[in-house]
């Protein structure tokens, strides 16, 4: 062989090397982590070591495969890179998307907290305020019914179907994307055992989170959610109005209040105290907590309950007994009235 013929076997070798490094190094950095919509902060204290940063975003679901990522950091040169810090992770779907992120950061996010009852409207406001996307626009989107076709929702809106939960957004992000990540995340919640006991008691989906959403308008405190859910369903066997003031409330214009006689004779498909059953549809967005009770009420004689004025309820199995109960009640409100007007709060 001629010194030509061995130089040039040389080159062949190195390029065949080079080659496979290449494929191996894109190999490597684009390698399939997590998910393209995720939204989640990461917060990397100072001192952490590239195996400290790594343990975190797996636990945080960022990545899934944490050898893969170790090597695409070190094929980067960014071993020495990773600085400490709160960063906001919009898109997990590669090692190489992680990592520039992790080293140039992204735009930024907003932490944005849906509470449990709130309702499209109240939504809609937190929304316009942290994002500034009009109200008016959320809620229209969230009454399309290219959405409620799509996620198979058989209700006029999205009520309901916005999961109450901690959000990252950007003032990027589309409202069609903010929504549908909400509602992403309460069918996310929803277990195959919750479907097979809404199947277990008749119900189908809308009427499981319209039951928990009355209860979520009720109850303040975790303890007393099945109790009272027990109370609704058993009024349901018994074919007895609901009766459930949440639900008056929801046609009331304005924030909560007392609820008057007149309010009880509103014409309104939502009337509990007119018509039979539950309403059409939710009226506010539940919390898993609620729809968990909806789903598992207590097994009870309890018919009637009223607030003792602490948050909590007196129930009853009977309407004398509830009308007792009731007493007690006014008893106490006078009693705070008569405070009130003593230190001149009116």
């Known amino acids: 062989m001629s010194q030509k013929e061995k130089f ?16 191996f190094y894109a190999f490597m950095i684009i390698w399939p982590q997590g998910s393209s919509d995720l939204r989640t902060t990461l917060s990397i204290p100072k001192g952490s070591s590239l195996k400290q940063v790594s343990l975190k975003l797996k636990d945080k679901d960022i990545i899934k495969n944490e050898p893969f ?10 071993e020495k890179k990773l600085q400490a810090g709160i960063f906001n992770i919009n898109d997990a779907s590669n090692n190489y998307k992680i990592i520039k992120q992790l080293v140039y ?6 932490k944005i907290t849906i509470l449990e009852g709130w309702t499209l409207k109240d939504i809609s406001r937190e929304i316009e305020n942290k994002l500034e996307i009009a109200s008016m626009d959320f809620l229209n989107i969230s009454k399309h019914p290219k959405f409620l076709k799509k996620f198979e929702i058989h209700n006029k809106s999205l009520e309901g ?3 109450p939960e901690t959000y990252f957004f950007s003032k990027n992000d589309s409202p069609e994307f903010i929504i549908e990540k909400m509602i992403l995340q309460l069918r996310k ?41 027990s109370v609704y369903h ?4 018994r074919k007895m109005k609901l009766q459930a003031d949440p639900t008056v409330q929801y046609i009331i214009d304005g924030p909560p209040r007392r609820l008057l006689n007149k309010d009880l004779k509103i014409e309104s498909p939502y009337n509990t105290y007119l018509n039979y059953g539950l309403p059409p549809g939710p009226i506010n967005n539940p919390g898993i907590q609620s729809i968990l ?6 097994e009870s004689d309890f018919f009637y309950f009223v607030a003792k004025g602490d948050g909590y309820h007196t129930f009853s199995k009977t309407e004398r007994e509830h009308i007792l109960a009731k007493r007690e009640f006014q008893k106490i409100r006078k009693k705070v009235q008569r405070q009130k007007l003593n230190r001149g709060v009116r």
């Open 105 to 110: 950061g992204d735009e930024s996010y907003l």
């Open 8 to 23: 040039q076997n040389i080159k062949n070798s190195i390029a065949s090397l080079l080659i496979v490094f290449f494929i």
């Open 161 to 163: 179907y916005l999961f």
């Open 189 to 229: 919640n929803i277990t195959s055992q919750m479907k097979a006991r809404m199947e277990e008691l008749g119900f189908d989906e809308l009427e499981v989170i319209t039951m928990a959403s009355i209860i979520e308008g009720q109850a303040i405190y975790d303890d007393e959610r099945a109790t009272i859910s």
């Open 234 to 237: 058993n009024r349901l066997k």
């Open 69 to 78: 990522f170790l090597m695409a950091v070190k094929l980067m040169g960014y």
């Open 293 to 298: 009770a909806a789903l598992y009420p207590v």
